[in-house]
């Protein structure tokens, strides 16, 4: 738990938070991946902040964009 979300840590490093709130759930990752991965995020119509992606139950993130996210958050941290 960091930031009072349940997430995934490599070590110090904290490579993927999330969280769920009434109308929307949000994946954090290093503000570096959500940049590699803009036009993506994009594409689907989904709603990104400069360290999270915004989703919702009735249009949900995809796992391949989870994967792509988390592991060039990994990446952008070193890991």
Not at 33 to 51: G, R
Not at 53 to 72: D, N, R, W, Y
């Amino acid at each position: 738990m960091k930031y009072d979300m349940p997430g995934f840590q490599v070590g110090e490093a904290i490579i993927a938070g999330y969280a769920a709130f009434s109308k929307q759930c949000g994946l954090y990752v290093d503000p570096a991946a959500i940049a590699a991965h803009a036009d993506e995020i994009a594409s689907l119509k989904l709603k990104a902040t400069k360290t999270g992606v915004t989703f919702s139950v009735s249009h949900p993130i995809t796992a391949e964009l989870v994967h792509k996210l988390a592991v060039s958050s990994r990446s952008k941290k070193g890991l």
